[in-house]
């Protein structure tokens, strides 16, 4: 079964271009980790918020994505970035369609 994981950043002041910057390639690097799928979104409400979601298929592909070099060391290069201790939640994939591709 499928599980969802999704990191909340919250981004403090100033600092979230450069966050993204940083971030957004890491995010990506997942799939070669083992991940189905991943996703970066920003809220609309609040732009220091953001959610990084990526469905795995077990954990341990996760742990091997996110303690890895490349990400350990994104990590720490974007450590005073982000303002509230981050960490992983996990869910159940109950259930998803996607109808065709998002152009972004």
């Not at 799928?37 to 298929?57: A, I, V, Y």
């Not at 290069?77 to 159940?92: C, M, S, V």
């Amino acid at each position: 079964m499928a599980e969802v994981c999704t990191l909340d950043w919250h981004i403090a002041p100033l600092r979230a271009d450069r966050w993204l910057d940083v971030w957004e390639p890491v995010a990506a690097k997942c799939t070669a980790y083992g991940a189905r799928s991943w996703s970066l979104t920003r809220s609309t409400e609040d732009p220091l918020k953001f959610q990084q979601t990526m469905l795995w298929d077990n954990r341990s592909d996760f742990e091997r994505y996110w303690y890895s070099d490349e990400v350990r060391q994104a990590r720490e290069q974007t450590i005073g970035y982000y303002d509230i201790l981050l960490l992983p939640e996990w869910h159940t994939l109950l259930g998803s369609q996607t109808e065709r591709p998002l152009n972004v």
